[in-house]
């Protein structure tokens, strides 16, 4: 068997540890004498696992007790509707517009409720963040809206630029939660499909403020009532528990890497490596993003002659480096390199790149 | 390790051969060089799972084109609201009330919009159908509801008692789905929770005529609209791409047991062993449901003697027979026989209960 250098956006590369666990305990979990997967949900057996994966969780991102930890279904487009049919109670709400995804939210906002478009990039394509005179914000907002990494055009907004403006933070962390230290105290409510960085699709982590908790009106659906289901510990009905027994899995390994200080280094590592190879390549291959807001975790780059686009997707995937089109709205290509893809498969994608660009220059 | 018989009523057991299948595929997928969790949706290897498991579906079910077949999430509880959202269109809709999940769907259409109780067994413990007379039927509904299995209680309606009320039928198939031939031209729409018969926890089957596409209005979520659902083909946003590929190893594992004519035969054996070893165990052990409804799947008993329930349970377990305590609301025992229960697994119940009944009788 060979495994491939996996760069998919999402659903993406797992840690092979986690893939072997799993497989040794496909048909026999700790002598239980089933799968997870045949474990019923209220059995002491999943609850131990669940209460271990909540308690890991708590533990690598430092969850202050007043957040309860969800985890639901529907992914992150679920929750663009779900977070306002929740969180708005008759208010207004404001969305800043980086990219793609939080576009997205914005639309799906609209349909439930009042919200308001506080800051847009999308004039600039997208590849920088809005400065500060650019916003105007709601201070009566239920809350604001933002995507603190957009998976499509590889926009992260650092840690450094997010600040306090009076209304609770909702955030879409999904193809970067976990991948470096958060305050978690700087939010609202916090949000992540799990197929980037978490574990299979199927999965969605919800981390909210219990005072944002039980303004929903009595007519949404009660499987999409956020206190309904922190009452019920994500159990209100049968939560997906083999994608929650994974995740577990992956939040051990990341203790194992050294929580999310080890996983930030080996992380800033990557992407300078990448960031690197592209910025010195002289032109052959750029990155358009602003450099103080480039993501570690989806790095999009064209190559100044798009016909050796379909030439470089060949011979790299045939060197074993999967996944690495660009989303056609961006074209180009792009490199996610989450969590479990490691230094070594960022290494080898930018011999690659060093040797192509040298071949074809 | 040694596997033990598994009477959860889900989520539930599933062939040992599927398990062996996945655990063999998991770290390589078809010399994909990654596991189908790490594999995009929207590349052809998935493409493939998801098409193949859709193709085998409608085999087996005989599915008419005019129905389209949907992956989605949130159980068969999300289902309870999503259906009212989409199907009322400012209508009222009825309910027949004959067990938990009935009752559970009709008060979460109740949040929704207008629906009416048709008739209802509640006041005879749910352990019968209602007669003709009893239903009262609005011939303007938007639709017509039933549950056809009821998990909790072992009711299920038999299909020669499923007659064409001249409104589209919608049907909940959690528990039953499956489990032999159905003819699916009776139905508007058929949902069904997969963790019973068809795969793992988080992933949800709705079989819908396109008839009944379109109807829903603007403000509900997108990805709760099933004409928007069916429009992309399940993917409007991730699906639970792993949950697909086990359900389609399930679908092919089905095929290989002569599908659901040569699953129905397997069924009915298994069913008779158990009704028959309750019923002839001179009042040891009785079963409430009126012989015309008892379930094939979901088989609830109790003993005379409800002291010695936790002699059972603990000698049962010893001996490799599992989540056998009934659901709290009915109290004794529930065997839920599932299809990948095989007739040696009953065996083995029988010949244990057999045997329990001597020595405490």
Not at 66 to 95: C, E, H, W
Not at 140 to 153: D, K, R
Request: charge should be negative; proline fraction near 5%.
């Amino acid at each position: 068997m060979s495994r491939i250098w996996n760069f998919s956006a999402g659903p993406a590369a797992l840690p092979e540890e986690v893939l072997q666990q799993a497989q040794a305990e496909l048909l026999d979990w700790h002598g239980a004498g089933c799968s997870v997967m045949e474990m019923s949900h209220r059995g002491k057996e999943f609850m131990s696992i669940l209460d271990q994966a909540e308690a890991d969780l708590r533990e690598l991102m430092g969850i202050p007790e007043q957040y309860k930890v969800l985890f639901l279904q529907g992914g992150a487009t679920q929750q663009f509707a779900q977070i306002p049919m929740n969180l708005l109670a008759g208010r207004s709400a404001d969305y800043i517009v980086t990219g793609s995804w939080s576009k997205k939210a914005f639309k799906e906002a609209q349909r439930v409720g009042n919200v308001r478009c506080a800051a847009t990039t999308e004039s600039s394509g997208f590849t920088r963040l809005p400065v500060a005179e650019e916003i105007r914000l709601d201070p009566f907002a239920a809350y604001l809206h933002v995507c603190t990494n957009e998976t499509i055009h590889g926009v992260e907004i650092p840690a450094h630029r997010i600040a306090d403006t009076g209304v609770p933070l909702v955030v879409d962390m999904s193809s970067h939660i976990l991948s470096r230290p958060v305050n978690v105290e700087k939010f609202g409510l916090i949000y992540a499909g799990a197929q980037k960085n978490i574990g299979p699709s199927g999965l969605t982590l919800v981390i909210v403020h219990r005072d944002l908790l039980g303004m929903a009106p009595l007519t949404i659906p009660t499987v999409m009532d956020y206190a309904v289901m922190a009452e019920n510990g994500s159990m209100l009905n049968t939560p997906p528990t083999y994608g929650i027994y994974i995740a577990g899995l992956v939040f051990q390994w990341l203790k194992r890497q050294g929580g999310l200080e080890g996983m930030a280094a080996i992380n800033d590592a990557k992407a300078r490596l990448l960031y690197d190879c592209i910025d010195q390549s002289g032109g052959f291959y750029t990155n358009p993003v602003d450099p103080d807001c480039r993501s570690a975790m989806n790095v999009p780059f064209v190559l100044a002659d798009a016909e050796l686009d379909a030439k470089f997707l060949a011979e790299s995937k045939a060197a074993g480096l999967a996944s690495l089109k660009g989303h056609k709205s961006v074209g180009g290509m792009r490199a996610s390199i989450y969590n479990a893809v490691p230094l070594a498969g960022v290494q080898a994608l930018v011999d690659f790149m060093n040797d192509f660009a040298k071949r074809n220059g």
